[in-house]
Nanobody, 114 residues
C-alpha cells in the first residue's frame, strides 16, 4: 500500500488549496479514504472521509462548509478541496486508508498565513 500526498504549501486566509492523494498497491475503489491533519503537540484529527462510492461523507465540524472531499476511482486518487482557509488550518495533512491495512502517506504541510 502506498499513499502519496501532494498540493500542500502556503495558503492565504480566505483562499483555496487543493490536496491530492495518489494511491497504489491495493484496490482503491473498495475502502473508505480519509484525510487527517496534525499540528505539533497534538494528535491527528480526522478532517474528512469518503466511502468507496462517495455516497457517505464525513466532515469535522471545524471544516464543514469549507472543505470538500472527493475521489476519482479511475485515477486512484482522493482529493481535499480547501476553501476559505483559516490560520488554524495550518497543519500537516495525511491521507489514510484502513483497508487492506491501516496505512498513511508521508503527509503534506499546509501553512495558512498572510
Amino acid at each position: 500500500v502506498q499513499l502519496v500526498e501532494s498540493g500542500g504549501g502556503l495558503g492565504h486566509p480566505g483562499g483555496p488549496l487543493r490536496l491530492s492523494c495518489a494511491a497504489s498497491g491495493f484496490t482503491f475503489s473498495w475502502p473508505t479514504m480519509s484525510w487527517y491533519r496534525q499540528t505539533p503537540g497534538k494528535g491527528r484529527e480526522k478532517v474528512a472521509s469518503i466511502s468507496n462510492t462517495g455516497g457517505l461523507i464525513y466532515y469535522a465540524d471545524s471544516v464543514k462548509g469549507r472543505f470538500t472531499i472527493s475521489r476519482d476511482n479511475s485515477k486512484n486518487t482522493v482529493y481535499l478541496q480547501m476553501n476559505n482557509l483559516k490560520p488554524e488550518d495550518t497543519a500537516a495533512y495525511y491521507c489514510n486508508t484502513a483497508s487492506p491495512r491501516d496505512s498513511w502517506g508521508q503527509g503534506t504541510q499546509v501553512t495558512v498565513s498572510s
